[in-house]
């Protein structure tokens, strides 16, 4: 079993709908990413967090360290947000562990 | 300000034969990190450079890969030889010194190994 789980592992959705992927880990972390990549492209961090919440434009982003687990919610989705989601987890080392990976597919 | 640039972007080369990555970080930034994603698997650690010493090299798969960051800035991998296991993507990432820093990725470097 994966150290990190995230589900779903393919998400279809229309134009303008709210999103909510899912990422729970069995270790004890430092900091948790969340990781976009584009079909072809290179990895772009979103956000870091340890605690708590952080919003950029559509995305936010949750943590519940007690519970170990975090979500990434998209607002007002769009076709340009399809990617590759993955969340990332850094333990007392530096090194991060990845989950496999959210595709997210918005259709007009 | 230029981001961490990965050369070159895709390989082709033959079982046996011998690559060499490179990887050139943000400048300044004292921690280097290797990944490998290796199709529908998840993407792993390799190994992570403080500047120019190994810090971490754990997760390298075993001594056909070397890795070196002479004087503490580019980095290079060479697999040698390459075996057909070896085909993945190769992602280079860099970090400012501190445990929580972000990390900041390149496009990586799609190896296929034929």
């Known amino acids: 079993k994966n150290e990190v789980e995230q589900s779903p592992q393919n998400l279809t959705a229309q134009e303008g709908e709210f999103i909510t992927i899912n990422c729970s880990y069995s270790v004890g972390i430092s900091a948790l990413h969340w990781l976009q990549q584009h079909p072809g492209g290179g990895i772009v961090s979103l956000f870091m967090l340890s605690s708590g919440k952080k919003k950029h434009g559509r995305l936010i982003a949750t943590i519940n360290i007690q519970e170990k687990h975090s979500s990434l919610h998209i607002t007002a989705s769009h076709p340009r947000d399809s990617a590759v989601y993955i969340c990332a987890v850094k333990g007392s080392n530096y090194k991060l562990t990845f989950g496999k990976g959210t595709l997210l597919t918005v259709n007009p | 300000e230029a981001g961490v640039t990965q050369f070159p972007s895709h390989s082709v080369i033959e079982k046996g034969q011998t690559v060499t990555l490179r990887c050139d970080p943000i400048?300044?930034?004292?921690?280097l990190y290797w990944y490998r994603r290796v199709m529908g698997k998840e993407i792993k650690f390799l190994l992570h450079f403080v500047k120019e010493s190994k810090q971490d090299e754990s997760g390298m798969p075993n001594n056909r890969f070397l890795a070196e960051r002479t004087g503490g800035t580019y980095s290079t991998l060479k697999v040698q030889p390459a075996e057909l296991e070896d085909s993945g993507v190769y992602f280079c990432?860099?970090?400012?010194?501190?445990?929580?820093?972000?990390?900041?990725f390149g496009q990586g470097t799609r190896l296929t190994v034929v």
């Open positions: 400048s300044g930034h004292d921690n």
């Open positions: 990432a860099s970090s400012p010194s501190g445990m929580n820093t972000e990390a900041f």
